[in-house]
């Protein structure tokens, strides 16, 4: 199941109610949720085969980011992100090792 807040929910936190099999329960997005990150609600998932009891229902957070910003909205977000030390454009590349290329090329360098 797929869960989807806005930046700003996402940012400060949240608890939105979703249906389950039993009925609606609560899903408490903590603050600086990332996109992506599962939220397991203990016991209300599946029938477990042949182990009795119920598995868990995992919701996948999928934060929207604004695709259309009016003058103050924009405003806002670069004022908050001038607060924060940011840079505008600002991007950094995660889990990436630079490859094999990165790798020969450093060993010549040391």
Same mark, same amino acid.
């Given at each position: 199941?797929?869960?989807?807040?806005?930046?700003?929910?996402?940012?400060? /936190?949240? =608890?939105?109610?979703?249906?389950?099999?039993? *009925?609606?329960?609560? &899903? $408490?997005?903590?603050?600086? +949720?990332?996109?992506?990150?599962?939220?397991?609600?203990?016991?209300? /998932?599946? =029938?477990?085969?042949?182990?009795?009891?119920? *598995?868990?229902?995992? &919701? $996948?957070?999928?934060?929207? +980011?604004?695709?259309?910003?009016?003058?103050?909205?924009?405003?806002?977000?670069?004022?908050?992100?001038?607060?924060?030390?940011?840079?505008?454009?600002?991007? $950094?590349?995660?889990?990436?090792?630079?490859?094999?290329?990165?790798?020969?090329?450093?060993?010549?360098?040391?």
């Amino acid at each position: 199941m797929s869960l989807a807040v806005s930046m700003s929910a996402a940012a400060i /936190g949240t =608890t939105v109610t979703v249906e389950s099999l039993d *009925g609606p329960v609560e &899903v $408490h997005v903590k603050p600086g +949720t990332q996109s992506g990150t599962p939220v397991a609600i203990k016991g209300k /998932g599946m =029938t477990r085969l042949r182990h009795g009891g119920r *598995g868990d229902l995992v &919701v $996948h957070i999928e934060v929207q +980011t604004p695709t259309k910003l009016n003058r103050e909205e924009e405003e806002l977000l670069k004022k908050f992100a001038e607060i924060r030390g940011e840079k505008s454009g600002e991007a $950094h590349v995660k889990g990436h090792d630079g490859g094999i290329f990165s790798k020969i090329k450093g060993a010549f360098n040391k």
